[in-house]
């Protein structure tokens, strides 16, 4: 946690108000935090803040904003995973919004288990994505999207966000094409299943306007591909 | 797992035994393996075959050695970690071995909690190396090593690492110069621990041959970090 993020709602009077158990105790555990320390602050969707520690009660921190902070830039990049298992779905969307990435979506493909559409995480993504912008200090949530269907989604969704200046990559192993790097506009990166996709999927992907690109002969794991492609694509950032 | 990694002993005759547990029922559960298949098995420290299978029992599964297989390249990097807590300690450690880090040296640093180095994760570093191996399709284990006192390390082991040829450069967050990407040439990563370097540790890193160098104004996490600064710097590979 690099910056404690409030609702609009916590920071209407001239002192703000940090009440969530969670924070406040990162806050005494982590930080140790005294009357008079500094603290940076980010209001959900809005500014981010410098602030100073003016009370410290049980349940409530009161803090006094000093002056407006930088929000750090989002990369230019639409993320699109085949869901993943749950545990790995809570890292995945944390470090998706601690990288900055503005559009998430979440599709579904052949070797995705059925069973993962159920998981009660799901229902959670606001609070992954909470302590994704905690970490990075950043405000502005990306759009999570999620398509419960393979087909129409990449007939029907994925050609509206394909253009001449913002190309859609497929991590695929099997190909010569390497992934780009140091790329300066913004594009759609696609990474498949653990087993990866299908070769229909694959051909249908191509087929709507994805350019199937390899990321070398290791094979790395969905979680860890994420942050590998990011650095690469956006490494003039 | 991708290729199931053997012991030399358990390749010394015609046929080849897989006999431990963990192989063989991720063969069963996973790949639901018959006999006449295909596998992919790499000689630890080795070389990698493809291989198929002819006989399969509860506790054995044999495999007939068919034709030598390529084994990925390494990175040309030796990545230097303050020791994290032991949860992120295995994700990192397989991350770094999939990911292809040639040497991965693990270090004490001001705020690295004392009781991390305590931890039995550490006694079995070996079996993350293993699942790290087989996810990337690997066979040879990156060199690790642990320096339980930082100074003595930076100033006696840190510069016989770095060279014109081969600079390190460590991931500050205060400091103008970027991350290089796409480089052709070895070099040493250094990453600190969750809350960062002290203002001590940079100037003795720096001091003592090392480039202070900024990854952008989003704070990530160490197992996040690693991944995704590798992808930035060797993306040319």
Same mark, same amino acid.
């Given at each position: 946690?690099?910056i #404690?993020l @409030?609702d609009?709602r916590?920071?209407?009077?001239? !002192?703000?108000?940090?009440?969530?158990q969670r924070q406040? %105790?990162? &806050?005494?555990?982590h930080?140790?935090v005294?009357?008079g320390?500094?603290?940076?602050i980010g209001?959900r969707?809005?500014?981010?803040?410098l602030?100073?520690?003016?009370e410290?009660?049980?349940?409530?921190?009161?803090?006094?904003?000093?002056?407006e902070?930088h929000?750090?830039?989002k990369?230019?990049?639409?993320?699109? #995973?085949a @869901?993943?298992?749950?545990k790995?779905?809570?890292? !995945?969307?944390?470090?998706?919004?601690?990288?900055g990435? %503005?559009r &998430?979506?979440?599709?579904h493909?052949y070797?995705?288990?059925k069973?993962y559409?159920?998981?009660?995480?799901?229902?959670?993504?606001?609070?992954?994505?909470t302590?994704?912008?905690?970490?990075a200090?950043?405000?502005i949530?990306?759009k999570i999207e999620?398509?419960?269907?393979?087909?129409?989604?990449?007939?029907?969704?994925?050609?509206t966000?394909?253009?001449e200046q913002?190309?859609?990559?497929?991590?695929?192993?099997?190909?010569?094409?390497k992934?780009?790097f140091?790329i300066?506009h913004?594009?759609t990166?696609?990474?498949?299943?653990?087993?990866g996709?299908?070769?229909?999927?694959i051909?249908?992907l191509?087929?709507?306007g994805c350019?199937?690109?390899?990321?070398?002969?290791?094979?790395?794991?969905?979680?860890t591909v994420?942050?590998?492609v990011?650095?690469?694509?956006?490494?003039?950032?």
């Amino acid at each position: 946690m690099n910056i #404690v993020l @409030l609702d609009p709602r916590q920071t209407q009077s001239e !002192l703000w108000s940090i009440t969530a158990q969670r924070q406040i %105790e990162h &806050l005494h555990t982590h930080l140790a935090v005294q009357v008079g320390d500094s603290l940076k602050i980010g209001i959900r969707g809005g500014k981010r803040y410098l602030t100073q520690i003016v009370e410290i009660s049980e349940n409530i921190i009161k803090v006094k904003p000093l002056k407006e902070d930088h929000i750090p830039e989002k990369l230019p990049v639409t993320l699109i #995973v085949a @869901l993943p298992r749950p545990k790995v779905l809570r890292r !995945l969307i944390m470090d998706a919004v601690t990288l900055g990435v %503005e559009r &998430l979506i979440l599709i579904h493909s052949y070797r995705v288990d059925k069973s993962y559409w159920q998981t009660p995480f799901l229902q959670q993504l606001d609070h992954y994505v909470t302590l994704g912008l905690e970490q990075a200090g950043d405000t502005i949530a990306p759009k999570i999207e999620l398509y419960k269907r393979f087909k129409p989604f990449v007939e029907d969704v994925l050609p509206t966000l394909i253009s001449e200046q913002s190309p859609a990559f497929v991590a695929h192993p099997y190909t010569e094409e390497k992934m780009p790097f140091a790329i300066e506009h913004p594009c759609t990166v696609i990474i498949g299943p653990e087993g990866g996709f299908i070769p229909y999927e694959i051909d249908l992907l191509i087929k709507n306007g994805c350019q199937a690109v390899s990321l070398g002969n290791r094979i790395i794991r969905t979680e860890t591909v994420i942050p590998y492609v990011l650095g690469r694509l956006f490494s003039t950032t």
